[in-house]
């Protein structure tokens, strides 16, 4: 049987682009040795399967015997590698500067100081000029290595000249270093949570915040330094709900790098990534006018060949951009124009399968199903819900796990699956208590649906608006707040209230957005 498993020479091979296969076939020519003519047989071979198999690769190439097969890809990955780095030096500064780096090695060795001196030199003018200063640090403690075991300048003060360079550039990183240590693990604790939900929490990651921020002159800050710090304020006002101060921070890590078009294109994907935290800042706050401003210059950055550049750029902005389009029309109350996005987003997770977190993957099956929902299709609502439901990993985005249950319920209730709606409140009882979700909004919707059975007809459209009228207080609750940034419960039940559908309640609420 055929082996359906994937393999990363093969991906490797897949993920090329034409110029990059060429770039190669030339690359390994160079030599004229013989095993290199095995290397593009096999090369060729993968390149032509539709799938990796390795007797239909074998039996392409014979002069490969079956247990010089390992060795033989392994060595093809190497050369593949090798032949990536040298096409992409030109486009990677780092990758630049650390073949700079080897050279002056080589010079060292081969005794001439002087010009391995003269390459450090201008690898860290360089390395400095880009923000690699951990590059940077490296040139200098080569200089150091040099000047210390060889006398090859007569610049009077050269030790101390070094000596202070060491310590500037190591103050640099120290300080990058803990601002991107904190933004990190920000983001690791709201990838795992999500927005504080109790006064508890809110204390405990405003004392971790406080406590690792280290005091600092912003305006005396290196450009990463800079960055990590807005990051930082990013994921931290996100995680206590205070989007005023996530937008500013937003837009600041944005206009840092429209301030530099060599790191915007150096760093696209840091680039990108403000985009993704300003835009999402915006649809928190319902701010629509600016939203659709931000969005038609992602939208052009998006045809930027000097940002979109590879397949790690076009993955990340794919994600966010049609998150961000999905965003608008739920703000627009146009649940319909979502749903028709909705085959080119999965042609696009099919394409990208395997490279794109599962986190992410999660949260556009509930958009999916948000979308559908809006629509007044439960049973579409109810089938992406299950891609969550049923994921394996809970502990990834435990908040999005249970609106997603809280949802389900509701849209079981709309369907009128009584038999199943049973079983699903228990389940979701159970999940949200072994969770830490237990809100006062999920407990109000499912004591709500436990005694839809017992409520009449003629009484059901009373006991929606005594609902309604506790959950609407419960919104103006920090700690209790948390579900509506996650379901949208209160236009639900004006549209059962007034019976009308959900969006046209939603496009009403659109007409009052600035």
């Known amino acids: 049987m055929a082996n359906l498993k994937s393999d990363p020479l093969f991906d490797l091979i897949k993920s090329l682009t034409q110029t990059e296969k060429r770039h190669f076939r030339l690359f390994v020519n160079r030599s004229g040795n013989t095993d290199d003519v095995k290397f593009i047989k096999l090369f060729d071979a993968m390149e032509s399967s539709k799938i ?39 486009q990677n500064v780092d990758i630049q500067l650390r073949e700079n780096l080897d050279h002056a090695k080589v ?21 400095q000029d880009t923000k690699h200063f951990i590059i940077a640090l490296e040139a200098i403690e080569f200089e150091k290595l040099i000047e210390s075991e060889y006398i090859t300048r007569s610049i009077e003060n050269r030790a101390e000249e070094l000596t202070k360079e060491v310590n500037l550039t190591t103050q640099k990183i120290a300080s990058a270093h803990q601002l991107s240590n904190l933004s990190l693990n920000l983001y690791s604790l709201f990838l795992k949570n999500g927005y504080a939900k109790t006064e508890e929490e809110f204390n405990s990651v405003g004392l971790y915040f406080e406590s690792n921020l280290p005091t600092v002159d912003l305006e005396e800050l290196s450009f990463y330094e800079k960055l990590y710090y807005h990051q930082a304020h990013v994921w931290f006002n996100k995680i206590i709900q205070n989007f005023p101060n996530a937008y500013k921070h937003a837009k600041a890590w944005v206009e840092l790098f429209k301030a530099d078009e060599v790191m915007a294109q150096k760093q696209p994907v840091l680039f990108i990534k403000g985009y993704r935290n300003l835009l999402a800042s915006l649809f928190q706050l319902q701010y629509y006018s600016q939203f659709c401003i ?17 397949l790690n750029s076009e993955i990340l902005i794919f994600k966010f951009l049609y998150i961000s389009k999905i965003n608008k029309h739920f703000m627009e109350g ?18 990208y399968e395997g490279k794109i977190d599962p986190e992410r993957v999660l949260m556009f099956y509930y958009k999916f199903a948000s979308l559908y929902f809006g629509n007044d299709n439960y049973r579409k609502t109810i089938f992406y819900l299950n891609q969550i439901v049923y994921f394996k990993d809970v502990k990834l985005r435990e908040d999005i796990h249970c609106f997603a249950r809280i949802l389900n319920l509701i849209a079981h209730f709309e369907d009128g699956q009584d038999f199943q709606l049973e079983y699903q409140i228990k389940s979701t009882f159970q999940f949200i208590g072994k969770m830490n979700e237990q809100q006062a909004v999920q407990r109000e919707i499912i004591q709500f649906l436990r005694k839809t059975g017992k409520i009449k007809p003629d009484e059901l459209k009373g006991e929606f608006i005594k609902l309604y009228d506790r959950l609407f207080l419960l919104n103006d609750d920090l700690y209790e707040r948390r579900p509506f940034l996650y379901l949208d419960i ?25």
């Open 107 to 127: 010079l060292y060795n081969k005794g001439f100081y002087q010009q391995a001196l003269k390459m450090l030199g201008k690898t860290k003018t360089l390395a």
């Open 334 to 351: 146009q649940f319909e124009k979502g749903i028709e996005l909705i085959p080119e987003i999965l042609e696009k997770l099919k394409q």
């Open 52 to 90: 990796y198999d390795d007797k239909k690769i074998l039996n392409k190439v014979l002069s490969i015997k079956k247990s010089q097969f390992s060795n033989q890809k392994a060595n093809l990955y190497k050369q593949i590698l090798s032949s990536l780095r040298h096409y992409h030096i030109g």
């Open 490 to 514: 209160l236009s639900y039940l004006k549209s059962r209230i007034d019976n009308k559908p959900v969006q046209e309640v939603v496009r009403d609420k659109f007409k009052m957005l600035k």
């Open 294 to 310: 931000v969005l038609e210059e992602v939208e052009a950055l998006s045809k930027n060949e000097l940002i979109v550049k590879d």
